[in-house]
């Protein structure tokens, strides 16, 4: 039997606020154990919560950016659970009214372009953390991460392959680090995922049992735990088993799932509106303002690319993903209009291999957008071939000679010869001493003419401009 994985996601995104969703604790990250809970976050009796005006705002900016409905009211709910490290004994969260409804992303799996539509994307407090691993026999609870705001984003069931699932988890890690609303580091827990399996008879309708894999926090643990849970799936089916609804971990150690709890449904945690917390009124005036202070979004730049700069749409999606890159991208191609293609060509070359190299972000980019800009100048004008360029860039991004281009250029002796008197003496020298390959050439034996430009060039360090001695070459072997 043929089976088809069946695969939705809910993304849990750290809003980037100062402080916490409903108090005014500091959401840094990496305080002492329990230093950043107030009364609030405590749950200590009489305190009321209040809501941070800046998650609501960070919200709506994700709704406008995946094109879905902003609803007001919205309704926070509480949502009823005991664990630990949860000091309410309920989490406030939304339910039937989320501040954000529908919506879409759409990815790109090898080359293939997929629409992924959103259910909805929700306001909510996180829980603490409980610690096992310094304690013996026992487990402290941390309520730092207590209260710190979150928009929980929740898909439809549209994906079918992990690497639909991890395509869609990276846009959206993307997304919310452009529009500013989240940092996306994954070590810290500020980007995670969720990841709900199930499998069915190819060309079936009806959904198959599924499983809730928790706290995926990289892209390739996500791709990993979606592929073993699946396989599982299909073999305790094929075994004529039954799928158990219930939660589930990865282990990453073993590369493989296993069972947290019993998966409950929505109407166990008995949802009601939090008697403490209003409705939520947005205003229309004020989506408006938001709207109008939001960057240009990756897929309106990717669509702009491909049209002012000829650029293909891979080049512009490699280009737009991050903000940062496609910011880098487009100031240095300000100085060089002309050469777009080129400039593409070094920044996802040469600068993201260094980058990558370096585990440096193109924000701490050791050479500014001018800086390469000036070296692309060099080679476009003739100064430099392209292989000497890389000398220069290496040099550049070690600090020498101030990263300035000219200077490099000068110090190296890396300036192209490209006067054609000069290159015509020097193509004259070589063919006397290479009759043979002349006749050859003229014999029809095209390797010929590769070999004499080998010469040319080893005669001249490799500094003659290739386009001249090409054309200066086959002038003189064709009269």
Same mark, same amino acid.
């Given at each position: ?241 039954? &799928?158990?609804?219930? #939660?589930?971990?990865?282990? +990453?150690? !073993?590369?493989?799932?296993?069972? *947290?709890?019993?998966? $409950? ?113 060099? &080679?476009?004008?003739? #100064?430099?071939?392209?292989? +000497?360029? !890389?000398?220069?860039?290496?040099? *550049?991004?070690?600090? $020498? ?79």
């Amino acid at each position: 039997m043929q089976w088809e994985i069946v695969i939705g996601l809910e993304v849990h995104t750290q809003l980037s606020t100062q402080s916490k969703i409903f108090s005014g604790a500091s959401t840094a990250y990496g305080a002492a154990p329990n230093t950043q809970a107030c009364v609030i976050d405590l749950a200590l009796p009489g305190v009321l919560p209040v809501l941070n005006k800046g998650a609501v705002e960070r919200a709506i900016k994700f709704g406008l950016s995946v094109g879905a409905k902003i609803n007001s009211p919205s309704i926070f709910a509480r949502k009823n659970y005991f664990y630990p490290d949860l000091p309410k004994g309920y989490q406030i969260s939304q339910y039937e009214l989320p501040i954000v409804q529908g919506g879409s992303v759409q990815i790109q799996v090898d080359g293939v372009e997929k629409n992924i539509r959103l259910t909805r994307a929700h306001l909510e407090e996180d829980a603490g953390k409980s610690l096992h691993e310094d304690f013996h026999g026992m487990s402290g609870i941390d309520l730092n991460r207590a209260g710190t705001p979150l928009l929980e984003i929740v898909s439809e069931p549209d994906m079918r392959s992990s690497a639909e699932a991890v395509a869609y988890a990276k846009t959206l890690h993307a997304l919310v680090r452009w529009i500013g609303i989240c940092d996306g580091n994954m070590q810290e827990g500020s980007f995670r995922c969720d990841a709900n399996v199930s499998v069915r008879p190819r060309g079936t309708e009806k959904f198959g049992t599924r499983c809730e894999i928790k706290n995926l926090n990289s892209f390739r643990f996500l791709e990993k735990a979606i592929d073993y849970e699946a396989r599982r799936q299909i073999e305790i089916l094929e075994d004529s088993g039954s &799928i158990r609804q219930e #939660t589930r971990l990865y282990d +990453a150690n !073993k590369d493989e799932t296993r069972t *947290m709890r019993s998966k $409950e449904d929505a109407n166990d945690y008995r949802y009601f509106p939090d008697p403490d917390l209003l409705p939520v009124e947005i205003a229309p005036d004020w989506i408006d303002h938001i709207k109008i202070s939001m960057p240009e979004l990756p897929q309106a730049r990717r669509n702009r690319y491909v049209a002012d700069f000829s650029l293909s749409a891979y080049d512009a999606s490699i280009l737009t993903s991050s903000r940062e890159m496609a910011d880098y991208f487009e100031a240095t191609v300000k100085k060089l209009p002309t050469q777009a293609k080129l400039c593409a060509n070094w920044i996802m070359g040469e600068i993201s291999g260094q980058l990558n190299k370096d585990s440096t972000e193109i924000s701490a980019c050791p050479i500014s957008p001018d800086q390469l800009a000036a070296l692309l100048i060099r &080679i476009s004008d003739g #100064t430099i071939s392209g292989k +000497a360029a !890389k000398t220069v860039f290496e040099s *550049m991004w070690q600090g $020498e000679s101030d990263k300035n281009v000219d200077a490099i250029i000068e110090a190296k002796g890396l300036k192209q010869i490209s006067d054609d008197s000069a290159i015509e003496q020097l193509v004259d020298q070589v063919l006397a001493a290479n009759a043979q390959l002349v006749t050859d050439y003229r014999n029809g034996k095209e390797k010929a003419f590769n070999a004499l430009i080998g010469q040319i060039m080893k005669a001249t360090q490799g500094k003659a401009n290739p386009a001249q001695v090409n054309a200066i070459l086959k002038k003189k072997l064709n009269e």
